[in-house]
């Protein structure tokens, strides 16, 4: 393979001892390995066929993978040439809505340095997101107000809600790090999300955190987040700057 010292199999190593499928490990392995400029720009990787009898699994789980790369533009079809990794076109950060993520996941996948700044952080108690969660008048949520960057460039700015009657472990969370990966850890992984996009405009203070000399359209995320029982754990509402983000989605009949 043209740009690869060794075979591809031999980049990644793949967990039996873990819920997360296979085909997303190796997604997120080929998109590290993008990321280290270990797989250069113009490689050719392995048929769906051969990748799956090195690595022991079906060709289903790498031709999973392929499409998912193939879908974030991360890699082409070229003919008897195969499958080749696309080189980087835009800046903006081109991302799915098929797929439950994090910031800091997302910013990694797009090859960008994720880092935060916390604005605020409190457990508290509030009768309208204990509505929003279901939970009585009285339940506890931790609350973070989060400045997210990629490549120190300001992203997003976060209001966050965290059901701490399902995740009480979270109330000394490190809110710097990924709360989704905190939950995974301690066996709350996420399941699926309701999610709303919508046009605004920032406020002045929202424009000043984003660093736009005057008001630049962004959209306003709003989402709610479930784990596998079906509880909800998080309701956040993100403004994310119009400037930089490019979603894209597919319809099938």
């Known amino acids: 393979m043209h740009g690869v010292n060794e075979p591809l199999h031999r980049l990644v190593q793949l967990r039996r001892d873990t819920a997360r499928p296979l085909y997303l490990q190796l997604e997120e392995q080929i998109t590290t390995l993008l990321q280290e400029k270990r797989l250069l720009p113009g490689t050719t990787l392995p048929p769906e066929r051969q990748l799956a009898e090195a690595l022991g699994v ?6 999973n993978t392929y499409n998912a790369l193939r879908a974030r533009r991360l890699l082409r079809g070229e003919g008897r040439r195969g499958t080749v990794i696309q080189p980087v076109e835009s800046s903006r950060l081109a991302t799915g809505m098929d797929r439950l993520k994090g910031f800091t996941q997302e910013m990694r ?23 929003i969660f279901g939970l009585h008048s009285d339940a506890r949520f931790l609350r973070l107000v989060r400045v997210r960057y990629g490549d120190d460039l300001p992203m997003t700015v976060e209001s966050a809600w965290y059901n701490l009657d399902l995740a009480p472990m979270l109330a000394d969370a490190d809110p710097y790090g990924s709360i989704y990966e905190q939950l995974s850890s301690n066996g709350l992984s996420l399941d699926y999300c309701d999610q709303s996009i919508e046009a605004t405009m ?4 929202e424009s000043e955190v984003l660093g736009f ?21 998080e309701y956040v509402e993100g403004l994310f700057r119009g400037d930089a983000y490019v979603y894209r989605t597919r319809l099938e009949v």
């Not at 079906?58 to 031709?63: D, E, L, P, Y």
């Not at 700044?117 to 997101?129: K, M, N």
């Not at 000399?213 to 754990?233: D, E, F, N």
């Open 202 to 205: 920032p406020a002045d203070s």
């Open 213 to 233: 000399s005057q008001p630049t359209p962004c959209l306003l995320i709003k989402r709610r987040s479930y784990v596998t029982s079906g509880v909800m754990a």
């Open 58 to 63: 079906s060709r289903a789980t790498v031709q």
């Open 109 to 131: 996948e797009s090859g960008r340095v994720p880092s935060t700044r916390l604005l605020e952080r409190e457990i508290q108690s509030d009768r309208s997101i204990a509505s």
